[in-house]
Nanobody, 122 residues
Framework: HVQLVESGGGSVSAGGSLTLSCVAS???????MGWFRQPPGKQREGVAS???????SYADSVTGRFTISKDNTANILYLQMNRLSVADTGIYYC??????????????????WGQGTQVTVS
Protein backbone atom coordinates (compact mmCIF):
# COMPACT_ATOMS: atom_id res chain seq x y z
CA HIS A 1 0.00 0.00 0.00
CA VAL A 2 1.52 3.29 -1.13
CA GLN A 3 1.20 6.23 1.24
CA LEU A 4 1.20 9.73 -0.20
CA VAL A 5 1.70 12.82 1.95
CA GLU A 6 1.14 16.30 0.53
CA SER A 7 2.52 19.56 1.85
CA GLY A 8 2.98 23.15 0.72
CA GLY A 9 -0.60 24.36 0.69
CA GLY A 10 -1.58 27.67 2.22
CA SER A 11 -3.11 31.06 1.59
CA VAL A 12 -1.83 33.34 -1.14
CA SER A 13 -2.92 36.49 -2.92
CA ALA A 14 -4.14 36.34 -6.51
CA GLY A 15 -1.20 36.41 -8.88
CA GLY A 16 1.04 34.69 -6.37
CA SER A 17 2.77 31.31 -6.43
CA LEU A 18 2.87 28.12 -4.39
CA THR A 19 4.70 24.84 -4.73
CA LEU A 20 3.07 21.63 -3.53
CA SER A 21 5.05 18.50 -2.67
CA CYS A 22 3.97 14.90 -2.33
CA VAL A 23 6.22 12.33 -0.71
CA ALA A 24 5.53 8.69 -1.56
CA SER A 25 6.30 5.86 0.84
CA UNK A 26 7.87 3.72 -1.86
CA UNK A 27 9.44 3.71 -5.32
CA UNK A 28 7.08 5.30 -7.83
CA UNK A 29 9.07 5.41 -11.05
CA UNK A 30 6.70 2.92 -12.70
CA UNK A 31 3.57 4.71 -11.53
CA UNK A 32 1.61 7.50 -13.10
CA MET A 33 1.50 10.34 -10.60
CA GLY A 34 -0.88 13.24 -10.62
CA TRP A 35 -2.46 16.17 -8.86
CA PHE A 36 -6.20 16.57 -8.48
CA ARG A 37 -8.17 19.30 -6.75
CA GLN A 38 -11.62 19.80 -5.30
CA PRO A 39 -12.90 23.40 -5.38
CA PRO A 40 -15.45 24.37 -2.71
CA GLY A 41 -18.84 22.86 -3.52
CA LYS A 42 -17.58 21.13 -6.65
CA GLN A 43 -16.41 17.69 -7.72
CA ARG A 44 -12.78 16.67 -7.73
CA GLU A 45 -10.99 17.40 -11.01
CA GLY A 46 -7.67 16.51 -12.56
CA VAL A 47 -4.97 19.16 -12.62
CA ALA A 48 -1.74 17.61 -13.93
CA SER A 49 -0.04 14.24 -14.33
CA UNK A 50 3.19 12.48 -15.25
CA UNK A 51 3.01 9.08 -16.91
CA UNK A 52 5.37 6.08 -16.74
CA UNK A 53 7.56 7.55 -19.48
CA UNK A 54 7.81 11.06 -18.09
CA UNK A 55 5.11 12.49 -20.32
CA UNK A 56 3.20 15.36 -18.75
CA SER A 57 -0.37 16.49 -19.19
CA TYR A 58 -2.35 19.40 -17.80
CA ALA A 59 -5.92 20.52 -17.47
CA ASP A 60 -6.69 23.38 -19.86
CA SER A 61 -7.37 25.70 -16.94
CA VAL A 62 -3.80 25.43 -15.61
CA THR A 63 -1.77 25.03 -18.81
CA GLY A 64 0.98 27.61 -18.93
CA ARG A 65 0.69 28.42 -15.22
CA PHE A 66 1.31 25.11 -13.44
CA THR A 67 4.27 22.75 -13.82
CA ILE A 68 4.37 19.17 -12.59
CA SER A 69 7.66 17.45 -11.91
CA LYS A 70 8.93 14.35 -10.20
CA ASP A 71 12.09 13.37 -8.39
CA ASN A 72 12.32 9.61 -8.93
CA THR A 73 15.30 9.28 -6.60
CA ALA A 74 13.50 10.81 -3.65
CA ASN A 75 9.99 9.66 -4.65
CA ILE A 76 8.66 13.21 -4.51
CA LEU A 77 6.08 14.76 -6.81
CA TYR A 78 5.87 18.53 -7.17
CA LEU A 79 3.36 21.03 -8.49
CA GLN A 80 4.66 24.53 -9.13
CA MET A 81 1.69 26.89 -9.33
CA ASN A 82 2.15 30.39 -10.73
CA ARG A 83 -0.25 33.26 -11.45
CA LEU A 84 -2.78 31.79 -9.06
CA SER A 85 -6.37 32.96 -9.23
CA VAL A 86 -9.37 32.61 -6.94
CA ALA A 87 -10.58 29.80 -9.21
CA ASP A 88 -7.56 27.73 -8.14
CA THR A 89 -8.83 27.56 -4.56
CA GLY A 90 -9.49 24.06 -3.32
CA ILE A 91 -8.12 20.96 -1.67
CA TYR A 92 -5.25 19.53 -3.71
CA TYR A 93 -4.67 15.79 -3.71
CA CYS A 94 -1.69 13.76 -4.81
CA UNK A 95 -2.53 10.47 -6.53
CA UNK A 96 -0.75 7.42 -7.92
CA UNK A 97 -1.81 4.83 -10.48
CA UNK A 98 0.06 1.54 -10.73
CA UNK A 99 1.27 0.40 -14.13
CA UNK A 100 -0.68 3.02 -16.05
CA UNK A 101 1.44 3.36 -19.18
CA UNK A 102 0.72 6.64 -20.92
CA UNK A 103 -2.40 7.76 -19.09
CA UNK A 104 -3.04 11.49 -19.10
CA UNK A 105 -4.72 13.54 -16.40
CA UNK A 106 -7.99 12.98 -18.28
CA UNK A 107 -7.69 9.18 -18.24
CA UNK A 108 -5.79 8.56 -15.01
CA UNK A 109 -7.58 6.25 -12.58
CA UNK A 110 -5.65 6.43 -9.30
CA UNK A 111 -5.13 3.51 -6.99
CA UNK A 112 -3.81 5.64 -4.14
CA TRP A 113 -4.62 9.10 -2.79
CA GLY A 114 -3.05 11.49 -0.33
CA GLN A 115 -5.00 13.20 2.40
CA GLY A 116 -5.04 16.57 0.62
CA THR A 117 -3.65 20.02 1.26
CA GLN A 118 -5.68 23.24 1.22
CA VAL A 119 -4.86 26.03 -1.23
CA THR A 120 -6.71 29.31 -0.76
CA VAL A 121 -6.31 32.19 -3.19
CA SER A 122 -7.88 35.53 -2.38
Amino acid sequence: HVQLVESGGGSVSAGGSLTLSCVASEYTRDFCMGWFRQPPGKQREGVASIDNFGGKSYADSVTGRFTISKDNTANILYLQMNRLSVADTGIYYCAAEVGCGRDTIATMDPDYWGQGTQVTVS
